[in-house]
């Protein structure tokens, strides 16, 4: 069963628009969510972590339990926003799950 | 400077022959993980290595073996190698915190490259 759903694969939006990429999880249990991004010709990395709270080049994650949804937002997208985006659940034991990802495409 | 290091960035294989992947990182993290992501599809953990502790995950087929010989490195063997193997195989790693108690809130990945495997 899949545990992360980006339902998502494109969005494009042009620049100055809100952005919201979404994420359900599945798990029962306290779920630690995490947003990796990948840029053009870039390897992955972390964009922001549901356990910080923090607003990352604008973008912030709220966990809604009772939705079980981590949807990214943004409420005025750049050009310099176009990447992949994956959610991550982290689960006991080192265990990742990631979603397939949503390509933002942001037109000038 | 990448801390987390992939090579090779392509590997071309044929139908049946064994193919390594390297891993090696300067971060001395304890945790080395291997994902495999094909087309389009979310990256999927394979395995990973706490410490010098091996741990498959369910669904990770027989033909996929991995070696850590110490905190640095860790490879990705792929004993005989099928055409559905072909994919973008990602390794990472991460400071555990989990393990000794701590927050798994704060176990950040970092990730290299990744290594293109085809099969011909």
């Known amino acids: 069963a899949q545990r992360v759903t980006q339902p998502e694969k494109l969005l494009s939006v042009f620049k100055g628009a809100p952005v919201e990429l979404k994420c359900n999880y599945s798990?029962?249990?306290?779920?630690?969510l995490f947003w990796y991004v990948q840029y053009s010709r870039q390897r992955l990395q972390l964009l922001l972590r549901?356990?910080s709270r923090e607003s990352i080049k604008g973008f912030t994650a709220d966990l809604n339990k009772g939705e079980t949804s981590f949807h990214l937002k943004k409420p005025f997208a750049q050009e310099e926003d176009s990447a992949m985006y994956y959610c991550a659940l982290s689960l006991p034991f080192n265990k990742f799950y990631f979603g397939s990802g949503t390509k933002l495409n942001v037109k000038p | 400077d990448a801390m987390v290091i992939q090579n090779p960035r392509y590997q071309v294989t044929q139908f049946g022959k064994p193919v390594t992947l390297s891993c090696s990182q300067t971060?001395?993290?304890?945790?080395m993980y291997w994902y495999q992501q094909k087309s389009s599809q979310a990256p999927k953990l394979l395995f990973h290595y706490y410490d010098k502790d091996f741990n498959n995950e369910a669904d990770t087929p027989d033909n996929f073996q991995s070696r850590r010989p110490n905190t640095s490195f860790c490879f990705l063997d792929i004993r005989s190698p099928g055409l559905g193997d072909a994919a973008m195989y990602l390794c990472?790693?991460?400071?555990?915190?989990w393990g000794l108690g701590g927050d798994r809130g704060k176990n950040i990945q970092y990730f290299g490259a990744g290594t293109r495997l085809s099969v011909l």
């Open positions: 990472a790693t991460s400071r555990d915190l």
């Open positions: 549901h356990i």
């Open positions: 971060l001395n993290h304890n945790v």
């Open positions: 798990y029962s249990g306290s779920p630690e």
